[in-house]
């Protein structure tokens, strides 16, 4: 009779899977809340300890960890070696292996848990017996993942046993579940201690889906998520339209990004290849996309919109009038939802904007690489600023460049965005040059750009963009100062009556 060893935490779809088990004809050896699970159903089980022929101890932090286990598990059975020991010291063969692992993402993630209860919960018997029978997975099929059940008892019950091929997918499968298992643990110790760029970098990821292709066509791309639920496109719910694409979600995320820098605020961002087309804010929903579209009608279409009120029959209709790719919002109203859905591809997607940026670093690969660091999330008060010109900003000035200051730091350097009235009236994106920058700005904003402010991501190492912004009519300039040329900026605003403040941090993004 075949023999196979059953522990879970995850006990989905546990009964049918073993009840397959059983009418093949195999014993079952199971452990704690598993063996109580399978008893409870009438699936008659064989205790660990009568296995080993050792009690369970210490709470049961021992109670797999014998040889008569991880023998059964590692014999290589075409070994004569191997097998004559194990006939002497009267080990019986282990034929197949489900376990999966105590529950330790999800014990970090309680609300109040204890330092001690996450301890607890980092498995050691689990993770040993399935690296033990994925090693020998020439001769035992380890399932870690509910999902394979019922390939695994197709196979079974066909041809008696499972192929080759089959073995060696689970066991690769097993070593990614345990690596990523290891990586959790080894991430909650490592912010517990507080180091921060580690001599191992241990990160890990769940898949959330396949993506059609990536940036081009030729490319293939999937989309993962991190292990902590946060204010994250991974975790906002679909609800109409085709599936993203690997553009889509770079776009959606880089609009999520800006849209949280306008928290307490009723604002829409429009997004076009991860640079800002239009962000407004307003006493509404319905006037903040107004001011949004009204930026670059041109630009945004086929473009990210993401909002952070919920979307009502009045602004849905003006959503339906443009092709868009993707709406992000808390919520749609029922009206608005059936507006919005008659267009077949268009994705609907709700996020939680209140949820937290739970992720403390961002990561950018380069070939064979990583690149690690803090994430921006600088929030810039009015009192941190510094007047360095002869005029400060009014009232009205200083809301409008604190307005700049936040869109400017999610533009591509080098960066210059020019607002007026709650809104974006010019954006120049990704110049080599800053005046570059300023130029397509000011092109954009055309007569708008007269009684508007400018802001830069970086300080101006020349006055050519300053004496740009004179003769467009911008009347107040944030900017984070630092040029060894700085006076000769100043000196240009003075000449002309500009306002300008320095902010003392500069938000390159590359």
Known sequence: MKRALVSV??????????????????????????????????????????????????????????????????????????VRQLQELGIDYI????????????????????????????????????????????????????????????????????CPVTREFLAAKVFRHTAAYDAMIADYLTNKTGEKYPEKLTITFDKVQDLRYGENPHQSAAFYKGMKPSYSLANAKQLHGKEL????????????????????????????????????????????????????????????????????????????????????????????FEILSKKKNIRLMELDTTLEVTTKYKYTNVNDGLL?????????????LRCVTNRKPTEEEMKQLLFAWKVVKHVKSNAIVLVKD???????????????????AIEQAGEKAKGSVMSSDAFFPMPDTVEEAVKAGVTAIIQPGGSIKDQLSIDVCNEHGIAMVYTGVRHFKH
């Open 245 to 336: 694409s690997y553009n889509n979600i770079q776009d959606g995320n880089a609009a999520i990004e800006i849209l949280k820098d306008f928290e307490g605020q009723c604002a829409v961002v429009g997004l076009k290849h991860m640079n800002p087309c239009g962000v407004g804010i307003g006493a509404t929903l319905e006037e903040a996309w107004d001011k949004a579209y009204e930026a670059d009608p041109i630009s945004i279409f086929g473009g990210i919109v993401a909002m952070n009120e919920p979307v009502n029959a009045a602004v849905a209709e003006k959503l339906a009038n443009i092709f868009l790719e993707i709406i992000i919002a808390p919520y749609f109203e029922p009206a608005a």
């Open 372 to 384: 690690v660091q803090d994430i921006d999330d600088h929030k810039l008060k009015e009192e941190d």
């Open 95 to 162: 034929d197949l292996v489900c376990v999966n692992l105590y529950p330790f993402k999800q014990t970090v993630q309680k609300p109040g848990v204890t330092h001690e209860e996450i301890i607890e919960n980092i498995d050691i018997g689990g993770p040993s017996m399935l690296r033990s029978a994925s090693k020998n997975y020439r001769y035992i099929p380890v399932i870690v993942d509910p999902n394979d059940y019922d390939a695994v008892l197709k196979e079974l019950r066909e041809m008696g046993e499972t």
């Open 422 to 440: 709650n809104m974006t009236i010019g954006v120049g994106a990704g110049q080599m040059n800053r005046v570059g920058a300023a130029k397509i």
């Open 9 to 82: 935490s995850d006990k989905t779809n546990l009964i049918e899977f073993v009840s397959g088990l059983k009418e093949l004809g195999y014993e079952i050896i199971s452990t704690g809340g598993t063996k109580k699970a399978l008893d409870n159903a009438g699936l008659d089980t064989i205790g660990i300890s009568e296995v080993t022929g050792f009690p369970e101890i210490m709470d049961g932090r021992v109670k797999t960890l014998h040889p008569k286990v991880h023998g059964a598990l590692l014999c290589v059975r075409d070994n004569p070696e191997h």
